[in-house]
C-alpha cells in the first residue's frame, strides 16, 4: 500500500468514526447526570395509557407530558409542559433537550 493510500485510509476511518452513534447502556444511562437529570417527552393518551398502566381516567383528545430520569424511567405525567417543567425544578432535576 502506498503512502497516498494509508492517509486516505486513515483519514476515512476518522470520519466514520465520527459520524457513527455511540450507543449508551442502560447502566451508563442511569449514571449520566448523576441522578440529576431528566427529559420531557410529549405522549398521546394512548402512548401513556401504555407507560402508565396504573394511571387511570386519562384526558382524551390533548397531548401529555411525562418526565423521565436519564435513564428513561418515568418519574411523573402531567397536562401541561410547565407542569413537568415545574415538577423537574421542584426536584432539583437538570431538564435535558433530547430530540
Known amino acids: ?41 410529549m405522549l398521546s393518551p394512548e402512548e401513556a395509557s ?9 384526558p382524551t383528545g390533548i397531548n401529555l407530558y411525562a418526565l423521565h430520569a436519564a435513564d428513561g424511567t418515568p418519574i411523573a405525567l402531567t397536562d401541561t409542559l410547565q407542569a413537568a417543567i415545574g415538577h423537574a425544578v421542584g426536584d432539583d432535576l437538570e431538564i435535558a433537550r433530547v430530540h
Open 50 to 58: 401504555r407507560m402508565f398502566p396504573t394511571v387511570q381516567g386519562l
Open 1 to 41: 500500500m502506498n503512502e497516498k493510500s494509508t492517509k486516505v485510509s486513515k483519514r476515512t476511518r476518522t470520519a466514520d468514526a465520527a459520524t457513527t452513534a455511540r450507543v449508551m447502556s442502560q447502566i451508563e444511562l442511569a449514571k449520566l447526570g448523576g441522578g440529576q437529570l431528566a427529559y420531557i417527552k
